[in-house]
């Protein structure tokens, strides 16, 4: 069998996280699934919105999507 030649993209990972026009990089928040009757309109539609990913893990997500930034 042959070994694939370059670099490839994590799947998993461009699925879940995006980097903006100017290089940070964005996720959407978690718990917007499921048990949405017992949450108020208010956090609900927070939950709708992306954030910024956490400083010590944008290296690692960076990583994962070569062709990105």
Do not use: E
């Not at 670099?7 to 903006?20: C, E, G, L, N, P």
């Not at 048990?35 to 290296?59: E, F, I």
Request: aromatic share 4%; glycine share 8%; proline share 6%.
């Amino acid at each position: 069998m042959r070994r694939p030649k370059g670099i490839k993209t994590r799947k998993s990972v461009a699925k879940r996280f995006k980097i903006s026009a100017r290089g940070k990089v964005l996720r959407m928040r978690g718990g917007k699934r499921h048990l949405l009757a017992g949450k108020k309109p208010k956090r609900r539609r927070s939950l709708g919105t992306a954030v910024v990913v956490d400083p010590t893990d944008t290296y690692r997500v960076t990583q994962n999507l070569p062709f990105s930034h």
